[in-house]
């Protein structure tokens, strides 16, 4: 059965020259706006009504990877203009993939409890805090296109860093900017959690600077996955995914999976049947029920859902840090591959669940030992 997967190698994907998202008067404005000091707005009771409706439905939505994640893919469908909650609903699907797995049967024997739980909470926060960040936005564009202007000054009763007020005001106003908006909210989620998750010496300790952390990004075994649909076969895409610790990284490959996603016309509407047909549970049984199953016990590698796996964490509030002081820190980052050709994903993912598994089989024959 798996031989047929492991014939040939996996395609490459290709990178091409790379596209500018603004024109000259997109970029002055802009760079206005960024270095002005964002007035101080008092709102009103109508405005101070609006944005406790908005941190009620955001903190409702915010209980967990499956709730979160099927809010973006919601949003998605009632607001398609608006690329990144498509592409969060696709990367918070390997959030939740990633927890599952801490719990899997071809990981869980390499992880004591201990280890197992401070990944999960770590995994687990940062999908939290971009939701924290990003959902009110979100919100706060659908009020100003019912209310027909930008009510994005009350961006700052969320903590939203000043940097996106000016971006969504000139999406409001042209929505067909929706390059500069995605990469632009991939700039702000990845500086937010760097500053507010990555920076934090426990989880720089206990995670980033942890061997098994180290072992996994060395030997492949993170991958980014979109499943799409094509016909009636699920297939996958994706990337893999190295040095995350490293700001920059993390931000170009947000870039890469956006074009990945949104310039592969087969991809884009497959992703789109395939999320919709098949509700998120956070068990790689929902994409490849003939390898994972999210029943114990199996023949096949156990994958639990988020639900059997973690109970929710109740995270403790937190006053964000600011991170946009500099310009040109963000400057560079205003640019996207032209194309990124679609790599046949399967082949690699299943060749790292074999070498898991054997990673896992001598793990427990040395702990017998």
């Not at 893919?73 to 918070?92: G, I, R, T």
């Amino acid at each position: 059965m798996f031989w047929k997967w492991f014939t040939g190698t996996a395609t490459v994907p290709n990178q091409k020259t790379s596209e500018k998202l603004w024109t000259a008067s997109d970029e002055h404005q802009l760079k206005k706006e960024w270095t002005n000091s964002p007035g101080n707005h008092s709102p009103s009771l109508k405005e101070k009504e609006l944005v406790t409706k908005i941190h009620i439905k955001t903190a409702s939505l915010n209980q967990n990877n499956v709730t979160r994640t099927q809010a973006y893919l919601d949003f998605y469908l009632k607001h398609p203009e608006v690329h990144w909650s498509f592409l969060a609903h696709m990367v918070s699907r390997n959030g939740g993939w990633n927890m599952t797995d801490l719990k899997a049967s071809h990981i869980s024997s390499l992880l004591s409890f201990e280890k197992a739980s401070i990944l999960f909470r770590f995994l687990e926060k940062a999908n939290h805090l971009i939701f924290q960040d990003a959902y009110p936005q979100l919100l706060l564009y659908e009020e100003s296109k019912k209310a027909g202007r930008p009510l994005f000054y009350l961006l700052s009763e969320f903590h939203v860093s000043p940097f996106m007020s000016p971006i969504w005001t000139l999406f409001l106003n042209n929505n067909r900017k929706n390059e500069l908006l995605t990469v632009s909210l991939i700039i702000n989620e990845q500086n937010f959690i760097e500053s507010n998750l990555l920076q934090n010496p426990y989880f720089q300790q206990k995670v980033l600077s942890s061997l098994t952390y180290q072992l996994q990004e060395k030997l492949g075994f993170t991958l980014v996955l979109f499943p799409y649909q094509k016909g009636s076969n699920t297939l996958l895409t994706g990337l893999g995914v190295q040095q995350f610790s490293n700001l920059g990284t993390r931000i170009e490959i947000g870039k890469k999976l956006y074009v990945l996603l949104f310039k592969n016309e087969d991809v884009l509407q497959g992703a789109l049947s395939f999320s919709i047909q098949n509700t998120h549970t956070g068990s790689r049984e929902d994409y490849l029920p003939a390898v994972f199953s999210s029943t114990s016990p199996s023949r096949k590698i156990y994958s639990p859902t988020i639900k059997s796996a973690w109970a929710d964490f109740n995270h403790p509030s937190i006053v964000p840090v600011a991170w946009f002081e500099d310009i040109h820190g963000v400057i560079k980052f205003f640019h996207l591959p032209a194309t990124i050709e679609p790599a046949d994903m399967e082949k690699t993912h299943l060749f790292n669940l074999m070498k898991l598994t054997g990673i896992s089989e001598l793990h427990g024959v040395f702990i017998k030992k």
